[in-house]
């Protein structure tokens, strides 16, 4: 078994995003939680009130011997709009703000120069507003939010960009 590496996305509803990342080749798992926020343990309830700071994100862990770190980045510019500050879709607040938690000076250094050239590439009327941050630390969900769409028999929530 290879060494397997994590990554952290935030794009909205953390649903749509775990099951976009989970169907990649070389994922070998994902779970969703909250990071970005100032209270420790926040539950569901916590973050949609929208006053811990947090954002529905997806973790990511992959191996890299079979996918990279800027595929993801790719997957992620394309499964949200990264120019509406916080907000994507009908789901409006911090907690669905576009983000990227880094787990290492790679990630970060990786991130950035795939905002700005997503920024400069032209393919969005306005700015994108993708915040990059390193993660400080990510609390996994509650267990009927894991893999919901697998869960409810759908593929996903339909809403692509």
Known sequence: MGTHELATFAAGCF???EAAFAELEGVISTRVGYTGGVVDNPTY?????????????VEVTFDPTATSYDHLLIRFWTMHD????????????SQYRSAI???????????????DRMDA???FRRPVVTEITPIRRFWPA???????????????????F
């Open 82 to 93: 990264p120019t509406t500050l916080n907000r994507q879709g009908p789901d409006i607040g």
């Open 142 to 160: 509650e267990e009927y939010h894991q893999q919901y769409f697998k869960k409810q028999g759908k593929s996903g929530c339909g809403v692509r």
């Open 45 to 57: 309830e916590d973050v949609c009130s929208g006053s811990t700071g947090h954002a529905e994100a």
């Open 15 to 17: 649903w749509g995003i």
């Open 121 to 123: 590439s032209g393919r």
């Open 101 to 115: 938690f880094t787990h290492s000076d790679e990630q970060y250094t990786k991130a950035v120069a795939s905002r």
